[in-house]
């Protein structure tokens, strides 16, 4: 790895249908905004050979300019993919947002894939969110290695982000993050900025050139290698710590000289077991010149160093009924399991599947089962179809190259699998099988929406399920209290996102209305009412008189009706009348329009007719009456209060229990965790916390998370119900 110079686009390209597992790389991209992930894709790309220096694709298909191998805007909020070829192995390049807004791309990207390239700026370093995906990966003992990018800011420092790093990433041991490769500086310019031109290899000692645009390969002068052997024993030492030979140590410190064929075998299985994560630094190609500084290099590690799909554990299975399963093993001969990791629309094809296969090999036009469950507290039904499989391809921008097959350890695209969602499994249709799914964000941020006019209205239910079918962190709800459609987001970006593909893809126009969140109302004392219904107007008249007592009753206790009628002064068959107006009242609430909860309503007495009392007479004496009690008690507005526990570094502890206690949350205690944060545990009322996802992030710099579960409903402060009757009595 670094020693080989002999890597070149002749053998490389856009890659096709891989043929085995072993010649196969998953590799996903992560990094904040701004870090310069998608230009890596692109620079990645010109140097594998897929594209050539005009910016069109090798096989004679063209793309005018290069950033038109995908939308950047599009690119910049979606999981993508590139693949590209390189010494043979094909090499599937995922691309993920950096917006803290679309993790749930992310977390698709990392399920596809079976090792990360965190890319760092050299500008901006390395920032909360990146930390916590970093921890993500080290739960799960994913292979990572870092990138270092924008090395021609004026203030770059590869040596200094690379401490940076070491520490952020390293934990207990920072020699675990060492740069395989020191960059290398030409002349001062006008400006005294010196640019990066080439890379030094530590372990070859060897120097790299790309000021010409291509890597030539030469000898480093003998004023550069006091800084080369500094930088290389460091390197050694920390490859041969983790080395699986326990006597290589003792050999070095004996002063043995350790073979660099040794080394680069202990180097790569140590990235391939999580345990050694090397530092690159890389740049994208000048106008005109073939390859980008440090991507041959950066092609080397992830073919050489990563582990191929093999060495993959597959997530568990189970049949669809939830029996446990065999584990699926990555075989192109065994049973089909694979899964739908996004979904897209395409106004051409239809729905288009990205799917990466675990187990078997995918062919088109043959016959599969889709099986989605478990997100139907999402808006997403749970489903078992049998499906036929439409042409497989590998992406490029916009253009789709056509695929035989995809085998096990392979990503493909997948058109027309007219019910498969994001999540869903792939299986033989005569063994339907379930994947366990990924872990996705709860999403906390409520978009109330409606539809601008009657023809949106139409519409509006078709283009949500396509929506949510595309996006399992946004969730739908019809909340039957408020009587409004409501899309759960993950933040701002994320709903101006769904916006704007409700628009654009699905033709429908929505209007943004206020969130409501679903009070209640009770009694705060004892009250009486009767309710007198008593009309005459020809014919038979309506008769009917009752009396009754509300009591407050304790919370979620309902509403409780209570007969104590005696001596038949309400006919027996219309005590159930009274009780359905009282409760149909009850519904319609009684101070500012929400529903009566937790009361205990009791029939008194009442007066009837022989003729004139009628179901709907007394009815209608059951809601009056309720009315009148409620006139004569003082009604408490109820209001829903949630569990919340955030998450959050220490440093902004101070700053999140500020912001909940000026929310009218009760901090109920703090927890310490893990890496420096904290476990705040509240009890703060929903209508205070509807803009909490936002500004949580802008608290606490992007670095903060946050649960929240209904707790119970509780009498709202009066200051602030008379503000809500007051809105109620506007509206």
């Given at each position: ?73 599009q690119?910049?909020?979606?999981l ?12 599937n ?74 520490e ?10 060492l ?12 400006d ?9 290899g530590?372990?070859?000692?060897k120097?790299?050139?790309?000021a ?22 460091r ?7 983790e ?34 994560f ?7 190609a ?14 080397e ?18 049949t669809?009924d ?7 093993v ?33 062919r ?12 139907a507290?999402?808006g ?13 391809s ?12 995809c085998i ?13 969602e ?75 996102v ?18 409501r969140?679903?009070?209640r ?5 004892r ?36 007969d ?13 009348s ?7 009242q009850?519904?319609?609430?009684l ?12 029939l ?16 209608t ?7 009148e ?42 927890e ?11 009890e ?23 649960d ?8 709202m ?15």
């Open positions: 790895m670094g020693d080989k110079a002999n890597a070149h686009p002749g053998a490389a390209g856009r890659a096709t249908a891989a043929d085995h597992p072993t010649s196969v790389r998953n590799v996903v991209l992560v990094g904040h905004c701004g870090s310069g992930k998608t230009t890596l894709v692109e620079a990645l790309a010109l140097t594998a050979g897929a594209v050539n220096r005009a910016g069109r694709v090798e096989d004679g298909g063209t793309v005018s300019d290069y950033d038109e191998i995908e939308h950047r805007q690119r910049s909020v979606q993508s993919l590139v693949p590209v070829e390189w010494d043979g192995i094909k090499v390049v995922l691309d993920t947002p950096g917006y803290a807004d679309f993790v749930g791309e992310l977390r698709a990207g990392l399920r596809a894939a079976d090792a990360a390239l965190f890319v760092v700026s050299a500008s901006d370093g390395v920032d909360g969110s990146t930390r916590m995906v970093w921890e993500e990966c080290a739960a799960v003992g994913m292979p990572r290695a870092i990138v270092v990018t924008h090395l021609e800011a004026a203030r770059a420092d590869f040596e200094e982000m690379t401490r940076i790093c070491a952020a990433f390293g934990g207990d041991d920072p020699d675990a993050v740069p395989l490769y020191l960059p290398l500086r030409g002349p001062e310019g006008p005294g900025h010196a640019p990066v031109t080439g890379l030094v530590l372990l070859s000692r120097l790299f050139d790309y010409t645009g291509e890597r030539q390969e030469s000898e480093p002068g003998e004023d550069r290698l006091p800084d080369i052997e500094e930088a290389r024993n390197l050694i030492e920390g490859i041969i710590a080395s699986e030979d326990e006597t290589l140590m003792d050999r070095y410190l004996g002063g043995e000289r350790i073979d660099v064929k040794t080394l680069i075998e202990d180097l790569e299985r140590a990235v391939a077991r999580g345990t050694f090397p530092v690159l630094a890389a740049a994208p000048a106008e005109g010149a073939r390859q980008g500084l440090g991507t041959v290099e950066l092609l590690l992830v073919t050489r160093g990563f582990p191929t799909p093999l060495e993959r554990t597959a997530p568990r299975i189970t669809v939830g029996a446990p399963r065999e584990p699926a990555c075989d192109p001969d065994g049973p089909l399991v694979a899964e739908v990791v996004k979904t897209s629309s395409d106004p051409y094809v239809g729905r288009v599947s990205l799917v990466r296969v675990f187990s078997g090999t995918l088109p036009d043959e016959t599969v089962h889709v099986s989605g469950h478990g997100l507290d999402r997403h039904e749970d489903h078992d179809v049998d499906e036929r499989v439409g042409a497989l590998a992406p490029f921008g916009k253009q789709q190259r056509s695929l035989t097959h096990a350890g392979d990503l493909a695209c997948v058109a027309k699998l007219g019910r498969a994001t999540g869903d499994t792939l299986s033989a249709k005569d063994d339907p099988l379930l994947m366990e799914p990924w872990q996705m964000p709860d999403p906390l941020l409520p978009l109330a929406i409606q539809a601008h006019s009657k023809a949106d209205e139409d519409k509006l239910s078709q283009g949500l399920a396509r929506l949510v079918a595309e996006d399992p962190t946004m969730r739908l709800e019809q909340n039957q209290h408020t009587h409004q459609v409501v899309l759960w987001c993950l933040g701002e970006a994320h709903s101006d769904a916006l704007e593909r409700l628009r654009s893809r699905y033709g429908v126009q929505v209007d943004v209305v206020p969130h969140v679903p009070l109302e009770t009694f705060a004392a009250s009486t009412g009767r309710g007198r219904h008593v009309k005459q107007s020809g014919g038979h008249g309506q008769y009917a008189v009752c009396e009754i007592e509300v009591e407050p009753l304790p919370g979620g206790a309902g509403i409780e009706f209570v104590k009628v005696v001596g038949g002064a309400v006919p027996r068959q219309f005590i159930p009274v009780e359905k107006g009282v409760r149909a009850a519904g319609k609430g101070a500012a329009g929400h529903p009566l909860v937790d009361v205990r309503i009791t008194l007495d009442g007066k009837a007719h022989s003729v004139d009392s009628s179901d709907a007479a007394f009815q004496a059951g809601a009056l009456a309720l009315r009690a409620a006139a004569e008690a003082r009604i408490h507005l109820l209001e829903p209060v949630a569990e919340v526990t955030v998450l959050v570094g220490d440093a902004y502890v101070g700053a999140v229990m500020s912001d909940l206690s000026g929310r009218r949350g009760r901090v109920l205690g703090t310490q965790t893990s890496g420096g944060r904290t476990l705040i545990k509240a703060v009322p929903e209508i205070e916390i509807g803009r909490y996802a936002i500004d949580l992030r802008s608290l606490s710099h992007g670095t903060a998370r946050f929240r579960a209904y707790a119970r409903h509780e009498p402060p009066a200051q602030v119900a008379e503000r809500v009757r007051k809105q109620a009595q506007d509206g």
